[in-house]
């Protein structure tokens, strides 16, 4: 028996008729228009998350579509994209080296992460506190794992943190790491951070990777005779952590044991599985036909984030080093900076150039080498291409500017309001340590380029791969150069990339004003896009050669 089934009038003889009023009011009540649709609000709210597949990858929370991204969106006419640069901070560096005694004087680099988190920005980066390289190295093997946080991405503080030892004290910003073969805690090189708060286990929400350099002797598990003996391995070394300050190691040996030297400088965690990816140049690897290469990014994968494919995957080499001919000088340096979007993965790599002419043999070994910072993007984790071949999203300054020689990318991105913020470091290649700190550099949201009209006077339009919906999500646009008199079209196409009724046609959409992420509002009564079936998104530019596209978005509001 349901509440409408309530016998009423059995309760007449006992309560009285004033009672019996009373009780149907409130009945009434509960059935009013507005208890109804609070219902159904509430419904909508018990629904399970919005999940969107782009071409039957992975499902996420929200569906990036990148003008750059080619996969994302492969169907163009009459369209160009246009690349921009970021701006930089006029603050930079916005954090500097430490003051003499701290473990950051020698230096304060990028060779880490940055995470939006609570209202806060917290940053992983490498110190170093003697001021000067020996052998190509930090004396001892060992830049500390160092810890900053920010409420706006400039400001930094350096929290003193009480966990490690330091010239006779704790107070200060170093992050405890601890192993059961101590010289695996050692952090020396590259350092990524990762939060994953799906993980079960509490004790490994935070989870990272970087590169030790143990001696032959702590390394449990040998290695590979691939390349020459060296007197320290470049060794792959995960820890996990419940606060991101208090780390414990995998393990009793490297990720790479029983492989070659590795130089781990990423982490990400993309279709069910955790990749790792870094450098290596020859001899312990090379091209596919056997041939040597300069550095390129190479990537390892694991399902559990304790046991790692010996099996590596090439993910990303500039262009002139897979000609017949290699270009002269070019190479990728310690792989990317990267940004996992959920369908998409973008990221800055590095532009290394050699020096015009070798240093001296009493010179620092890689004096002269410039870097730039260029953009990179994949669709399945694994391989990654460069959207416009050369295009520096950061390039390093002119001369006499605080960052004038090299750059350091690091896994340090955050889409905050209208911007994205991406901050990274200078190396002096010359091994003096100059300026080496940490700069701030912007963009429009998501405004790493444009798709706009190339040939006047021509129809121009792009549409999307097809993508497939679980719950109630909605479209979204990020584009500039828009109006009234001047609307961007939009349309949903179906499976056979015709116009869907009720999305198309007199029914299609209407973009007149310019924003970085506008909800795509239909003329009919449709709130949410349809759900479980293959779509996709065409959109048409105004006569007007003025539209700038920089991004689509499909998720929840």
């Known amino acids: 028996m349901n509440r409408l089934q309530l016998p009423v009038a059995s309760l007449a003889p006992t309560w009285g008729k004033h009672t019996l009023l009373l009780v149907l009011f409130v009945f009434s009540l509960q059935f009013s228009p507005q ?3 609070g219902e159904e609000q509430n419904a909508r709210d018990l629904k399970p998350p919005v999940r969107v597949s782009v071409s039957g990858g992975p499902e996420v929370e929200e569906a990036v579509f990148f ?3 080619d996969h994302a969106i492969p169907w163009r006419d009459n369209l160009q994209l246009t690349p921009v640069e970021a701006k930089k901070h006029p603050a930079n560096p916005v954090l500097r080296r430490g003051p003499a005694g701290t473990p950051d004087h020698g230096h304060a680099i990028l060779y880490g992460s940055v995470l939006q988190m609570d209202g806060k920005f917290r940053m992983w980066y490498l110190g170093m506190f003697e001021t000067k390289i020996k052998a190509g190295q930090a004396p001892g093997w ?4 160092c810890y900053a946080e920010s409420t706006d991405g400039v400001n930094w503080i350096k929290p003193k943190l009480g966990l490690v030892e330091f010239n006779g004290n704790k107070q200060n910003n170093i992050c405890l790491v601890e192993s059961t073969v101590p010289s695996l805690s050692k952090v020396n090189d590259f350092l990524t951070v990762m939060y994953d708060p799906k993980d079960p286990d509490p004790n490994r929400r935070y989870k990272c990777v970087y590169i030790a350099h143990p001696p032959f002797d702590d390394v449990r598990g040998g290695r590979s005779r691939i390349g020459p003996d060296e007197r320290r391995w470049g ?8 606060d991101g300050l208090s780390w414990k190691v995998i393990g009793d040996r490297p990720m790479n044991s029983g492989g070659e030297r590795f130089e781990v400088s990423g982490l990400y965690h993309y279709n069910g599985f955790y990749y790792a990816t870094g450098q290596l140049i020859s001899p312990w690897t090379w091209r596919m036909d056997g041939s040597d290469i300069g550095r390129v990014m190479l990537t390892y994968r694991s399902s559990d984030f304790k046991n790692w494919s010996r099996a590596k995957a090439t993910s990303f080499a500039r262009p002139g080093q897979f000609t017949a001919k290699p270009i002269t000088g070019q190479q990728t340096h310690m792989g990317a900076g990267l940004w996992n979007r959920g369908n998409a993965i973008i990221g800055l790599y590095g532009m290394w150039q050699d020096a015009a002419k070798k240093p001296k043999d009493n010179e620092y070994w890689n004096e002269g080498v410039t870097v730039d910072l260029g953009l990179i993007v994949s669709n399945d984790g694994i391989h990654f291409r460069e959207p416009v071949a050369d295009h520096k999203v950061i390039s390093r300054g002119k001369k006499n500017e605080w960052d004038n020689t090299a750059l350091l990318q690091g896994h340090a991105f955050a889409n905050i309001g209208d911007k994205t913020m991406m901050w990274y470091s200078h190396w002096d290649t010359g091994g003096k340590l100059r300026n080496m700190e940490i700069g701030l550099a912007t963009l429009r949201r998501d405004g790493f380029g444009y798709l706009s009209r190339k040939v006047s006077d021509s129809a121009a339009y792009f549409a999307t791969a097809p993508f497939k919906i679980r719950g109630d999500a909605k479209l979204f646009v990020n584009v500039d150069g828009v ?5 961007l079209t939009v349309e949903l196409l179906d499976e056979r990339a015709k116009p869907l009724a009720g999305f198309s046609g007199k029914d299609a959409a209407q973009i007149k004003k310019s924003g970085t992420h506008l909800e795509v509002i239909w003329p009919g ?13 065409k959109v048409s530019y105004p006569k007007a050669n003025s ?7 499909v998720g929840k509001n």
């Open 547 to 553: 539209a700038k596209v920089y991004a689509v978005y």
């Open 483 to 487: 109006s009234s008199t001047a609307a």
């Open 525 to 537: 009564s449709h709130d949410w896009l349809p759900a479980n079936r293959n779509i996709s998104v």
């Open 142 to 145: 060992w830049r500390p794992m």
């Open 235 to 242: 060794a792959f070394i995960s820890a996990t952590s419940a």
């Open 67 to 69: 003008s750059f991204d």
């Open 35 to 37: 208890t109804v649709r």
